[in-house]
């Protein structure tokens, strides 16, 4: 009989080691894209969906603005997340087609740079960021904004501003999916350039992020694109 309950006890034990090595597991694949990306995709996830919806998708740049004021529309929702990168809009995307929305307005990719992320690797989850879309929601609009230009000549984010090259090479490879894919593509990028291509300092207060009047560009360009 001590045999057995000695048995019982070390099976109870691996049992509970097992269990609590498969929930630490659990918690270590939860990708580390920080506190703020997981407090906002809560968030959005708990946001009703409503009809005919258009999605401003990205990082901070989309983050920052006020979108459904600056168009005078309800139907515009904010899905932008500051530090965010390409594996992170996959990551939350069913968030996003959930509501089969009218429209998606994508820019993604500059964390991914600044980072030492590849080119490559950027227009390829960009791909699967649109073959995800076109599965879960057939028939929404899909539209790729260029990454914008950035300027080293502010010193806030140099491990971003640095990266003008790879910017016009991702908006070339980005030009290219939006053609095999069906996508359509959005030429941001002069429209904020200097003749240096760096990003016009009069839209910017860090050589990143736009301020106020970038944002009002922004809208120039796009408002066209809009179904509103």
């Known amino acids: 009989m001590r045999f057995k309950y000695i048995g019982i006890i070390y099976a109870?034990?691996?049992?509970?080691i097992v269990a609590a090595s498969s929930q630490a597991q659990s918690v270590e694949q939860k990708p580390d894209f920080g506190a703020y990306y997981y407090h906002k995709k809560s968030l959005f996830e708990a946001l009703p969906n409503t009809s005919n919806e258009i999605i401003l998708l990205g990082d901070s740049i989309t983050d920052g603005n006020e979108w459904s004021e600056l168009f005078g529309s309800s139907r515009l929702k904010n899905r932008g997340i500051s530090g965010?990168?390409?594996?992170?809009?996959?990551?939350?995307?069913?968030?996003?087609?959930?509501?089969?929305?009218?429209?998606?307005?994508?820019?993604?990719?500059?964390?991914?740079?600044?980072?030492?992320?590849?080119?490559?690797?950027?227009?390829?989850?960009?791909?699967?960021?649109?073959?995800?879309?076109?599965e879960e929601s057939p028939d929404t609009e899909i539209y790729i904004q260029s990454i914008l230009p950035v300027n080293d000549e502010f010193p806030?984010?140099?491990?971003?501003?640095?990266?003008?090259?790879?910017?016009?090479?991702?908006?070339?490879?980005?030009t290219e999916l939006a053609k095999k894919t069906g996508a359509t593509f959005i030429n941001l990028f002069d429209d904020f350039s200097t003749a240096e291509a760096k990003l016009n300092p009069n839209y910017t207060e860090d050589g990143l992020?736009?301020?106020?009047?970038?944002?009002?560009?922004?809208?120039s360009v796009i408002g066209s694109y809009m179904d509103l």
């Open 12 to 16: 109870v034990v691996i049992v509970g």
């Open 84 to 134: 965010d990168v390409t594996e992170g809009i996959l990551y939350r995307l069913s968030e996003v087609t959930e509501s089969n929305p009218a429209q998606v307005f994508i820019m993604i990719g500059v964390n991914d740079l600044a980072r030492g992320i590849p080119v490559d690797t950027v227009l390829s989850n960009y791909g699967k960021i649109i073959d995800q879309i076109r």
């Open 156 to 174: 806030q984010f140099s491990s971003h501003t640095d990266k003008t090259s790879q910017i016009k090479q991702a908006n070339v490879g980005l």
């Open 209 to 219: 992020h736009l301020n106020g009047q970038g944002y009002v560009v922004w809208k």
